[in-house]
């Protein structure tokens, strides 16, 4: 005979767990759907590339911090000297008046006006002018260089003490910026880092090939030969071909685009600032047209580039992270104006 008990039912908890499993199937299954698939190699290397780009825009700003720490800490340094050596001038005006206490009091005490401009605080007794009338000529003319020398004293101290708050701002200026381009390049890096080895090594090879065309072209004699320092400067630069860009280097084992400009221009015995946007300003502007070997060359509506015209359209640069010293086409890049030097 046939049984006709009903078939158990699945437990409460047997359900819930049935349930919250099909649950997460269902969310992984639509994160699978909707996961962002991997970049490609192009894409990387378009991200990889605007991020150099940044952190070179944060290595001028990290570079003109650094320039304005090095006047700081000079001005500062200039300061206390002067307060120092000032003080050691203070105190021998002092002892030139203890001493004159020191001969009235052998000759019968000590006149109360000397006993006064002894006292810490001579202005106080200057402006009483009444007292004046007891001082001989000699003694008034002591105290007014004691006063004058406290008073440059102060403002000179007071000077010191506002740069030294100018120059801390500035350090904490320059860690920021050296934080934010450590972060864009460690975020490249991490990009980097989603490549095969394969894809890693062909960038590297791409880079390879754009050096060793760099040097090609200058065999060749593709580019040309400057004249006067600008002349001087581009033949320093070109010695540099093939080495490494590193942001804040200004040589010469190493540069980022502004140290190499800087430099090449110091080795022909001309003295231009540090930064891409200082060098901008600092010879007068010329158009593409007028560009001669040598003369600088700035790149990018905020001139966060600048390398060294080499004739015949090629540029002479440190172009970025991963890269060398090496030659471009001016057009590679959107080429704001030149300066000459």
């Known amino acids: 005979m046939a049984s006709h008990r009903r078939p158990k039912q699945p437990s409460r908890t047997r359900v819930t767990v049935l349930t919250a499993t099909a649950a997460a199937a269902v969310a992984l299954t639509s994160q699978a759907a909707h996961a962002d698939p991997k970049p490609s190699k192009k ?83 200057l402006d009483k002018a009444s007292s004046l009338d007891q001082l001989t000529g000699k003694q008034a ?59 890693r090594a062909a960038m590297a090879a791409a880079e390879d090939r754009a050096s060793r065309d760099a040097g090609d072209r200058a065999d060749l004699g593709k580019v040309g030969t400057g004249k006067g320092v600008a002349g001087d400067a581009f033949a320093a630069a070109q010695s540099k071909i093939g080495t490494p860009y590193v942001y804040g280097a200004t040589g010469p084992g190493s540069f980022d685009c502004s140290g190499l400009t800087s430099w090449a221009y110091g080795q022909a015995g001309a003295s231009i600032p540090r930064t891409s946007q200082a060098q901008a300003n600092y010879g007068t502007r010329i158009s593409q047209s007028q560009l ?31 890269a060398s010293v090496r030659y471009e086409s001016i057009n590679n890049m959107p080429f704001q104006f030149g300066v000459r030097v």
Do not use: C, W
């Open 292 to 322: 001669q070997v040598g003369d600088l060359v700035l790149f990018y509506g905020d001139l966060h580039h600048v390398g060294l015209y080499a004739g015949n359209g090629q540029v002479l640069h440190a172009p970025k992270p991963g």
């Open 43 to 125: 894409e990387v290397k378009a991200k990889v590339d605007k991020l150099y780009e940044e952190a070179e825009q944060a290595t001028e700003k990290y570079n003109g911090a650094k320039e304005q720490q090095d006047k700081l800490e000079d001005q500062v340094g200039n300061l206390q000297d002067k307060v120092a050596r000032g003080q050691d001038e203070l105190n021998t005006l002092r002892d030139s008046i203890g001493s004159l206490a020191s001969a009235q009091y052998r000759t019968g005490g000590i006149d109360p006006s000397v006993q006064l401009f002894l006292s810490s605080d001579p202005d106080t007794f």
């Open 141 to 199: 003319e002591s105290l007014k260089k004691i006063q004058s020398k406290q008073r440059t004293l102060a403002q000179q101290r007071a000077e010191a003490a506002d740069k030294l708050k100018d120059l801390e701002d500035t350090r904490k200026e320059l860690g920021d910026k050296k934080k934010e381009v450590q972060g864009k390049l460690a975020e490249a890096q991490k990009l980097l880092n989603t490549l095969t080895a394969k894809e």
